[in-house]
């Protein structure tokens, strides 16, 4: 079988699953059952937390609902931390495996004008450009990190950027929400 096609029947399992999983049993899967696990297993939910953060680049999932969610679970800092490290390895793959896993042809046919307006502008400014678009909330952070693979911009700068805009945004989202559910 087509491991693109292996792939993309897994990911469709793993979210019927949940869906399937939260539907039969409301009760058992619902916020405060989060909280209870998370502070029982502790490393385990971090972890978990960090993996689901680094494979959501591959669904093209955006990482804004699972910070938000973090926020009721994590400590701040502690979220901040493993949420940075989640987007930082997230970026890492797409930008290795975008090729492979097709990602080309997805940006190209979805994201057409702004690869096309991103590829004119970025040549000699491609750090600002980076952080720029990391940090603006309505755009894929995954997209620039394609386009800055297809471009061969070297890695380190891409994540560079990438770090440096998500950071501030994620900060931003932490603090905000963490200060509205203390009142």
Known sequence: MNPKKLAFYFWMLLITGGITAYFLF??????????ELSEEYHYIALSIY?????VRGLTMIP????LLAGVLIFDP??????????I?????????FSKYLGFDSYFETKYGKYVRKIRSSITDKEL???VGWSFFPLVPTDLIVYIGSSLRIPVLKC??????GESVLNA????????????
């Open 128 to 130: 600002p450009v980076i």
């Open 77 to 86: 800092m502690e979220l901040f931390a493993v949420n940075m490290a989640g």
């Open 26 to 35: 409301p009760d058992e899967i619902n916020i405060f059952f989060l909280e």
């Open 63 to 66: 990482s804004t609902p699972l």
């Open 159 to 164: 994540l560079v950027g990438v770090l440096l």
């Open 50 to 54: 960090f993996l689901l953060l680094s």
């Open 88 to 96: 930082l390895s997230s970026s890492i793959i797409v930008y290795y």
């Open 172 to 183: 931003f989202y932490i603090i905000s929400t963490t200060l509205i559910l203390k009142l």
